[in-house]
């Protein structure tokens, strides 16, 4: 964080004006708290003088309808309505019923009930827009269950009937029902409790009498009385509701309480008032009305609310211009902030200005300003110079920089040890007349002393014109304390000169502490690459001193691959046109091409060099030889045996010459098959197997002087029996070396090699190796020899490659894959190759066939070489298109062009 010192040069009302704010504020407020509560104290008053009001209108309802219903019975105890027979008879006392019914709005229905089982009811209708009075009629029966057989008639106002109809409900039996029951048995008035009345849909309670065998019945609906409470309702959400003594509900409008003493109910505090009410009989009910607070004192809360805006309306009405002002005076302090967050988080655009009138903030600001633009071109420049990709980028990032920084018309940088001495960026305006050279000579001086220092150094000197120069000489020191060399401005001197302000300085030598580890960086950077070059080509080297057999070759193959690359570069044809090479690519084709047979330090020496059949660690034809000879040596014995023994000497010597002479042939041809210049037919291999089964004497321990590993091969195998009759030429199974588990090529392998490794590693034996039907090698050892770009491959994908250079492998490899997808070791077809790789296929074959120095071969020609070249490329073994420049640009001229890649 940022601590900023700001000493207020303000007059005292300012806080005085804001506490006197903040006053008015809890003024305002604690006179807004004590006139909330003393409305909300009025507002319960008044609900409970109007609650009381409520329930005293509820009570008079209550005790009128309990009057009504009394009255209604003794006018119905008077009534012939008890004896009527007859419905004619009964229809003449309708309008009697629709009086009582019009008597009381509580009374849902006044009903007759016979003692035959007939039924007449007279209600209220509850359907048709003319109806207003509905007539149940049920004929009398004899069954109490029996089916309904009752009709229902529809009235207006005036009693003139407009339908009568079968009655469609549920036969209304009054002799099964509570009310009939309870009155049949008594000469009072008698109340049901509250249940579902038969002929509607509403609930409520029966008043019933008996008259002779009659019984009298009036129906009070709590629907009813749920409407007659709904007048009652003071706010929307206003719940009231009339309870029994066991706190059931009775009536209510809408959706009732299930708990009235609840004050939470639906989530909100209520307001509850209970007042006693007479129910009907002797039962006592209760008036429970619920009323939620925020409806309650509404009126309160918005008194309190324009309490509160009128207080603080007051008092911004009250401040204005104090209020104005200190936004005015805080507005830079804020944008400073702002600007400060902004440098901390690495942002340096245009910046708000920040500018005030007071003089520290104003300062401040200035400072700030300057802060952020030097901070920001410092991490450009180091941006710059950590981007340099050499030692001249960098002098010259540094020289521009500090000239900018500084604004001086001359700058320089002057490096020395492994970059040479001298001033290797240099930047010299001519103005005012002054002669440059004098400059020049004077920053050199400069330059020597500063070397020594400890820091910058800056003196004045004398200008040709007469005039003087103001010169800085800053060392550009890592900060180990090595000085690399020396940064040198110079201007004329004046009051305006930045060589002399101490802020300028500072920068720049941060600069130049900041070039010096640039500088080091290249220096290192170069060093690294050096001595990989010198890595790399230490290893092509050693390849080709391992053996006479590959010459040159790693040598010679970069040569011709940096031709051909170079051509291909350069083309503006269509296979080409998108071949570009960086200077990373270069580097990687000069690796690629330098390690493209890295993996034959892997290969066995005596393979490479294998130039006859019976080759390995020596020639074994020697062995052979030797047997030959013990079988003429056998044969000479023989003859003197034969002579010994009294034998016909002429005829003993035709015979061991004609054996001798057989054993010559038979020696020279196998060691013609051992050379391998020719095929061999299949009347050759009969041959060597006839003379292999030619059979000599071994008297010796072919177990002694073996080595562990070759112990280990015999096994536990029992020694043959001395003297052991053994074939002139033979397979031992100990001549068999198996291929190791860790040495097979698993399909699915993480380098996609398609290769199929033969089962044994090596196979020696003698008449295995002569039967060879083209060349030297065996199949082991043609794998072997071929598993060297596998190695390759390997080698190279395990080494720490930068990402620039991650495609050494896939160049390096790629050299024995052929354009039609019959190459190896990953089988890849031209679409799969990079043009590259391509490049070192060709580079790689020109320079094998074209080689003077394999002891196995002579150099063909180039006609011989192009020739055969072309043919390749016809049966898309290479690419044509890169042949054919290869044969345009007449590469294989060593004098065409030079192997060094074109500068990046």
Known sequence: MISMSMPMRLPLHIPVAVLFSLLILAVGATISVYHFGETRLLIEAANATLFRDRAED??????????????????????????????????????????????????????????????????RARSGAMAVWSVIDMDSTDDPVDACSGLEYLFDKDLRLIRASAWTGARIEPRLSDWYRLAAASERIEVTKAYDFQHGQGRGITFARRNGASVFGVNVSFARIGNLLAEQVLTPSTRISLVAQDNSTIAAPGMSLTTPHDPAADGRVWQVSIAPMPGFVDETWKLVVATPEDELFAEAYRLRQRSILFTVLAVILSFPLAWALSRLLTRPLHLLAQNAR?????????????RSVILEVDQLAGAMSMMSG????????????????????????VEAGAREVAHVPWSAVRVDGEWGEGMLAAHWLDAAGVELSAVARAAEELSGFVMQADGPLSLRLPASDGGMLQVLGIPLRTPEGEVLGTLVLADRPSARCGLA??????????????????????????????????????????????????GRHCRRVPEVALRLARAAHEAETVPFAAYRLDASGWEALEIASWLHDCGKLTTPEYVIDKATKLETLYNRIHEIRTRFEVLKRDAEIAYWQGLAQGGDEAHLRAARDELWRTLDDDFAFVAACNRGSEDMPAESQQRLERI??????????????????ELARRGSAPARPLPADEPLLRDDPT??????????????????FSMRAPANLYNGGELYNLRIRHGTLTEEERFKIKEHIIESIVMLSRLPFPSDLAAVPEMAGGHHETMDGRGYPRGLCGDDMSMTARVMAIADIFEALTASDRPYKDALTITDTLEIMRDMSRRRVIDADLFALFVAKELWRDEVVSAAPPAA
């Not at 009570?59 to 012939?80: K, M």
């Not at 019009?102 to 007279?122: H, R, T, W």
């Not at 001549?735 to 996609?752: H, K």
């Open 58 to 123: 509820v009570r008079r309802t209550l005790n009128s309808a309990n009057r009504a219903v009394r009255r209604s019975f003794i006018l119905l105890a008077a009534s012939p309505l008890a004896d009527a027979s007859t419905r004619a008879q009964r229809f003449q006392f309708l309008p009697e019923l629709t009086g009582l019914l019009d008597a009381d709005p509580l009374i849902d229905s006044v009903m007759v009930g016979y003692g035959d089982g007939a039924l007449f009811l007279a209600q």
């Open 501 to 550: 302000r101490a802020e300028v300085i500072g920068f720049l030598a941060a600069l130049a502490g900041t070039a010096a580890v640039a500088l080091e960086n290249q220096r290192l950077l170069k060093g690294r690459k050096a001595l990989l070059k010198g890595v790399v080509r230490m290893v092509g080297e050693a390849i080709d001193a391992k053996s006479p057999h590959t």
């Open 692 to 709: 292999a089964r030619r059979r000599w004497l071994r008297t010796l321990d072919e177990g002694l002087g073996l080595s562990n590993a």
């Open 735 to 752: 001549d068999v070396i198996p291929r190791p588990p860790s040495d097979r090529l698993l399909a699915g392998n993480p380098w996609g």
């Open 342 to 354: 902004e440098v901390s988080a690495l942002q340096f655009e245009p910046q708000a200005d920040a």
């Open 374 to 397: 030097a901070i920001a071109r410092f991490l450009e420049m180091g941006r710059d110079l950590g981007s340099a990709r050499d030692v001249a980028s960098v002098l010259e990032q």
